[in-house]
């Protein structure tokens, strides 16, 4: 495959795999990152990826972004919206900016990266999108209400975008990952993270580059005939209906 292909949060964890994944696929690809500069250079260095900084909660910044990776690198054929964070806390606890700084960058930001390519994909009659979401969007979370109301909001957004552009060509998938070997999850406690392996079925977390074969399969070609599904990928853990 050829074309552009821009992965938010792009330069670490399960977006660099994924960046990786689609620069081995044959993608030029943009990784977009927040705001740890080291780590977005030592991935463009090893991938030979063009990385660009951008807040994804910001509608306007995210617009001025994808204009110019356009202008560098041709139209944007692949969108994954992968970034986000946490700020955990039990909900009669949580604060205001606690809920908003998740609810802007883990969903406001797919409305504010997908609106800016909408319009070409559909002149183009072809365009992959995919959101990630996770295995507490699903089931939700003690202690993350707000990441798990984001996360479920992506899912919304992924079935009704798909109905809207099914017949532009353009296909909207999300991915819902379980616990996946990230810095996130190395900083957990060693007890924590045994109690999670525990309620695995497979027995292990998985690896970030289970989740971007996933995306790979869902931006080809290959998958023109899926639109508006969730694919699961958490070891057994979690069985949607």
């Not at 924590?192 to 309620?199: D, F, K, P, T």
């Not at 977390?205 to 998958?223: C, D, F, N, Q, T």
């Amino acid at each position: 495959m050829s074309g552009v292909a821009i992965v938010t949060g792009g330069t670490r964890g399960i977006g660099k795999a994924i960046s990786a994944r689609l620069k081995g696929d044959g993608y030029t690809v943009a990784a977009i990152y927040g705001g740890n500069d080291e780590a977005a250079k030592a991935c463009a260095d090893e991938l030979g990826i063009a990385v660009y900084r951008c807040d994804v909660s910001d509608p306007e910044g995210c617009a001025e972004t994808v204009s110019r990776i356009e202008a560098e690198h041709g139209p944007v054929a692949v969108l994954v919206n992968n970034a986000g964070i946490t700020r955990d806390g039990m909900f009669h606890k949580m604060s205001a900016d606690q809920w908003r700084a998740v609810l802007s960058t883990n969903l406001d930001s797919a409305f504010n990266m997908t609106r800016p390519v909408i319009d070409g994909m559909r002149e183009r009659g072809f365009g992959r999108i995919v959101s990630i979401s996770s295995i507490n969007g699903q089931k939700g979370q003690l202690g993350q209400v707000n990441y798990s109301a984001a996360k479920a909001g992506l899912i919304g957004f992924t079935r009704a975008l798909a109905m809207e552009t099914a017949r532009k060509g353009i296909t909207v998938n999300a991915i819902a990952p379980g616990y996946v070997e990230t810095d996130m999850t190395s900083q957990m406690k060693p007890e924590v993270l045994q109690s999670i392996v525990a309620g695995i079925p497979v027995g292990r977390m998985g690896k970030p580059e289970e989740i971007a074969h996933a995306v790979s399969y869902l931006v080809s070609e290959h998958a023109g005939f899926v639109t508006g599904a969730v694919l699961t990928a958490n070891g057994g853990q979690y069985v949607a209906a």
